[in-house]
């Protein structure tokens, strides 16, 4: 008999569309990873004589404002973007699968005071949020992620939660109470584990909306500060000479459309790949 994992495989590889996202991915990840160091041009490297060249067979994307070499700089950029994705979505999934598996398991007057503190918190303007503390505190990366992670972490409680609520009272939680487990032996070995799956399709749509709003801060100035780069920071760059040197803008823009089509397109495969109702239904 075919384990879940397995099956849960086996059901993603038959998604065209996943599979494709997830190839598609992994090929811009490797890219980003090992391709700057196969170029002939560093990532800060200037050549003022050869500024806002087109894509040619020397700078196969063409160059920048200052002769940098915008397949280098694209690549290196999008490293720090998937930092910033990962580090920001880690610090929501750890504050939000916390806080929605305590409210969930705790019930009753707990978990209506932890919900409407996530309730008020919803109806704060959470990007007006993330740019004040970048304003007021030195900005740095660290910053970035605690900052952007602080912020995206309601909705995983609030699906975390749901799903606790709805576990707690089967019948292997009820024997887990009757051997004498404590609360956090049993929300932490028996209740979460077996949310794993609706937690690892919403990290994958997570990212993507990390990306964005990485992308939104640098493009206002707030985000990654020069030297480093992100893909949302060359998009702003390109923004003010996308009228006479396209390029600059497209490149980075089409590196940004094809992660987030990819990272959608994989969690939209792993949502039914993880859906435990489609295998009584195959």
């Known amino acids: 008999m075919s384990s879940l994992a397995s099956d849960a495989w086996k059901r993603l590889c038959r998604n065209r569309a996943a599979l494709s996202g997830m190839i598609l991915l992994l090929l811009i990840i490797l890219a980003c990873i090992f391709g700057p160091f196969f170029s002939p ?7 003022l004589f050869r500024a806002n060249e087109p894509p040619n067979a020397d700078y196969w994307l063409g160059t920048d404002a200052i002769g940098r070499d915008l397949l280098t700089r694209t690549l290196v950029a999008g490293r720090i973007s998937f930092a910033v994705a990962l580090a920001a979505t880690m610090v929501s ?23 409407r503190i996530v309730d008020v918190l919803y109806a704060l303007p959470f990007t007006l949020f993330v740019i004040l503390l970048i304003t007021l505190f030195q900005r740095s990366l660290v910053l970035l992620f605690v900052a952007i992670g602080a912020v995206e972490w309601l909705t ?34 028996h209740l979460l584990p077996n949310v794993l799956g609706t937690i690892i399709i919403y990290i994958t749509l997570t990212i993507p909306s990390v990306m964005l709003l990485e992308a939104f801060l640098s493009f206002l100035g707030l985000g990654v500060q020069p030297p480093m780069s992100s893909w949302g920071s060359l998009i702003k760059d390109g923004v ?17 459309f094809s992660t987030l089509l990819a990272l959608n397109f994989l969690g939209d495969g792993l949502r039914d790949a993880l859906d435990p109702r489609r295998k009584g239904a195959e």
């Not at 699968?97 to 919900?115: E, H, N």
């Open 93 to 115: 999934l750890i504050i939000g699968v916390l806080y929605g598996g305590i409210s969930g398991y705790a019930g009753g007057k707990v978990d209506t005071l932890m919900m």
């Open 156 to 189: 995983m409680a609030r699906i975390v939660r749901g799903e606790v609520l709805g576990l707690r009272q089967q019948e292997f939680i009820e024997a887990c109470r009757v051997l004498g487990y404590s609360r956090s032996r049993i929300l932490l070995r």
């Open 240 to 256: 003010g000479s996308m009228e006479d040197y396209s390029w600059q803008l497209l490149v980075p823009g089409a590196a940004l």
């Open 41 to 47: 041009y560093s990532f800060e490297e200037q050549d």
